[in-house]
């Protein structure tokens, strides 16, 4: 998911360093990646253009490995598994037909009514909130994963509400940049979440599960997708402790900080948001989950997927088929279409990444 103009910033400054023309002035460098998930282009576009778009990473790859590794590391322990989720990955047929895929019986949740089957997914991944805050480490390697922000803040909201404990309510401030703008403009901005930032209205709880958002100090563990747990609230300053990862067990101190929407996130109108880096982290959006490994994956499709190798994602977060489950909204009557879902695959990036290794 590394930014293109990362790697050229790279490429550029060994080949300064080295006083070199060679690619990455002539050094060795190692990748790892996979282009079964989600393409690491964020543009609009047709199919044609972001595969296009994508190979840039393809040819860097190209100058520099020469061996594919094609083994599903985190379901080793599950052979047939880890066979499903790469043929979901490849997107050839007979899994996958006219972008339809048939999900595997065992982790399929029966769609009977919105609330009682969201509710059986909720039951299957977190079992019984009230013990959460005593078993934390087990729930934090939870999650429920669904495509759109809309859809992760149903959850978030839904499982806050749910969670025992007083609730910490935080509003940010939005603000115009254009001054003369804001006394119209205020409400609005406060009804906007786009892409990457905190919503206007934070609820908390203590011990609740929280994500960072931004890169606030690599050094000490605070990278944007780090996952923390709520342990106090101040006016300015969210006491927390890191979940996962090298660092756990760190308490740290999280401020308000000013965001910047891109302009192509908004509704055209540029704004300033000031708020907590952070929001709940019961449900996240499958690209968000990208490089996690979870003991127990949820999968909420109010909708089908919608971008190349998300629902691949989505299902190699888990180790094992048991511990996966499934909850796919109905897009028609017709029977096929309870067990059935997107899977969206651009197949020729897929070929030509082959064929440039």
């Known amino acids: 998911m590394t930014r293109k103009q990362h790697l050229e910033a790279f490429d550029q400054m060994l080949k300064d360093i080295t006083d070199s023309d060679l690619p990455f002035g002539g050094k060795v460098v190692v990748f790892g990646g996979d282009f079964r998930q989600v393409l690491p282009v964020v543009r609009k576009g047709t199919r044609e253009e972001q595969v296009q778009s994508s190979l840039v990473y393809s040819y860097l790859w190209s100058t520099l490995t020469k061996f594919r590794l094609i083994e599903n590391m985190r379901a080793k322990l599950d052979p047939a598994f ?84 007083e609730a910490q309510r935080y509003y940010s401030y939005d603000e115009t940049i254009d001054v003369s703008e804001q006394p119209v403009m205020e409400d609005l901005l406060h009804k906007l979440t786009p892409n990457g930032l905190p919503p206007h209205e934070l609820i908390l709880k203590k011990n609740c599960p929280i994500m960072l958002l931004r890169n606030i100090n690599a050094s000490e563990g605070l990278c944007n997708g780090t996952r ?80 190349h190798g998300q629902l691949y994602v989505a299902l190699s977060r888990a180790q094992t088929s048991s511990t996966v489950k499934i909850l796919i909204r109905p897009v028609s009557s017709q029977k096929l279409a309870k067990n059935y879902t997107k899977n969206i695959v651009f197949t020729e990036l897929l070929e030509l990444s082959r064929l440039s290794l």
Do not use: W
């Open 82 to 165: 880890s066979n499903y989720v790469l043929e979901v990955g490849n997107g050839m047929p007979p899994n996958t037909v006219n972008e339809m895929i048939k999900i595997p019986h065992q982790m399929l949740i029966p769609y009977v009514e919105e609330k009682i089957s969201v509710d059986q997914l909720i039951e299957d991944v977190f079992n019984n909130l009230i013990d959460f805050s005593n078993n934390i480490s087990t729930m934090m390697n939870r999650a429920i994963l669904t495509p759109k922000n809309d859809f992760v803040d149903e959850i978030n909201t839904l499982l806050i509400n749910r969670f025992p404990g």
């Open 228 to 307: 923390l747990i709520c342990r106090g609230f101040d006016r300015n300053i969210i006491d927390a402790e890191i979940a996962v990862g090298h660092y756990i067990g760190k308490r740290v101190f999280i401020p308000r900080i000013p965001f910047l929407p891109n302009v192509d996130e908004n509704t055209g109108f540029p704004f300033k948001r000031t708020q907590f880096p952070i929001r709940l982290s019961f449900a996240m959006t499958i690209n968000k989950s990208q490089g996690q490994t979870l003991d127990y994956v949820g999968i909420y499709l109010p909708q089908p997927v919608f971008s």
